[in-house]
């Protein structure tokens, strides 16, 4: 049972502090969400799949494009 509370107090945490993050930033964004300006996630240069930037246009992922 300690080790439950414990557990959910963690998740609680977490949670607190991803919300914290999201409202401290402005508009409510993550820096670099696109998987395309990692180089390690995308070795072969290929355009992000949400918002279709390459690699070297580095700048906010914008979900405009999506859909």
């Known amino acids: 049972m300690k080790l439950l509370l414990i557990t959910l107090l963690l998740l609680g945490l ?20 696109c998987a395309s300006q990692n180089p390690y996630l995308n070795k072969s240069g290929e355009a ?4 279709g930037k390459m690699p070297d246009e580095i700048g ?8």
């Open 14 to 33: 977490a949670f607190a502090g991803i919300a914290i993050k999201i409202w401290a930033k402005k508009d409510g964004k993550f820096a670099g969400t």
């Open 48 to 51: 992000c799949g949400m918002c």
């Open 60 to 67: 906010d992922c914008s979900t405009s494009k999506a859909s």
